[in-house]
Each structure stands twice: as structure tokens, then as C-alpha cells.
């Protein structure tokens, strides 16, 4: 059961990322293309197009090179650049998560107050306490760059 059950796992998560691609693309067309057709507040649309941005960086980064180098493709080239793009994708896979989690949990704040306070919610100031909050989930940073020690030199090939 383990083991069809990642398969599945797999297929699925490369039909979603793959389905998502062009869906990402015309999500971003469509909400940085001239804004009459577009009637959203100015930092939810901010926060709409970051969003889709980090996401659409994403998939073209699972599209185009992890995928490729999971399934084997150009294996001698993965091979011999293996322990630099590892780090590279490690660093960037984090980074990307990290920051679609932000986005996300920032849109979801936006949408409760709308929903708990319809009246007050365009009087909101989010200003400040997204502040404090981005400054605290930032010194959490601190593990997107591993400190030398001899088990990250080892671990890394540094």
C-alpha cells in the first residue's frame, strides 16, 4: 500500500502543478493588464499579484528543473553540477514556500476582517501590525542560509 500510494501521491502533485502552470499565467495577465476590468483595493490586488507571482515561480521552477532532474533527464549534466543546484533549489524552494505562506496568510487576514466587520473593514489599518508581523516571521529567516559548521561543510560539500 506505501508504495502505490506515493505514487499516487506523485502523479497527482505533477497533474496540479502542471494543470495550475497556464491558470497562473492568465491570472497574472489578467490582474496587471489595464484596471477596468479589475475593481479591487490597491494592496489586495498588490498582495493578489505577489501571490500569483510566487506561485507561478514555483511551477516554472518544478517544471523546469526539478522535474526534469527527478525523472532522470540529462542525468550526467545533473550529475556532475549536483551538490550546487541542490543548494540552489533547497534555498529557493524555502524562500518561495516561505513567502507564498506569507501572501497567503496576510489575504487571509484581509478576508476575515472583511467578513467579521463588513462595515469597518475599508477603515482597517493594516499597516502596522503587518509590520510587526513581517519583522517577526523575518528573523525567522535565519534557517534559509545554513551556518558553516562541519556537519553543514559535509552535508553540503563546502
Known amino acids: ?17 502542471y494543470a495550475t502552470l497556464p491558470l497562473h499565467v492568465r491570472l497574472l495577465y489578467v490582474l496587471v493588464r489595464p484596471k477596468k476590468t479589475v475593481a479591487l483595493d490597491g494592496s489586495f490586488l498588490t498582495l493578489m499579484i505577489n501571490t500569483t507571482i510566487v506561485n507561478l515561480l514555483f511551477s ?4 523546469l528543473i526539478q522535474a526534469p532532474a527527478a525523472s532522470g533527464a540529462l542525468f550526467d549534466f ?5 551538490m550546487a543546484i541542490s543548494k540552489i533549489e533547497m534555498i529557493k524552494a524555502t524562500t518561495l514556500i516561505f513567502l507564498g ?5 496576510v489575504l487571509a487576514c ?11 473593514h475599508v477603515r482597517v489599518d493594516l499597516a502596522i501590525p ?11 529567516l535565519s534557517h534559509l542560509h545554513p551556518v558553516a559548521s562541519p556537519r553543514n561543510d559535509a552535508l553540503f560539500g563546502a
Open 60 to 63: 516554472l521552477d518544478f517544471s
Open 1 to 17: 500500500m506505501g508504495p502505490i500510494l506515493l505514487v499516487v501521491f506523485t502523479v497527482v502533485a505533477y497533474v496540479m502543478v
Open 78 to 82: 545533473y550529475k556532475s553540477i549536483g
Open 130 to 140: 503587518l509590520l510587526y508581523l513581517l519583522c517577526a516571521l523575518g528573523a525567522d
Open 101 to 105: 505562506s506569507l501572501f497567503h496568510l
Open 110 to 120: 484581509s478576508r476575515l476582517t472583511a467578513i467579521s466587520m463588513p462595515t469597518r
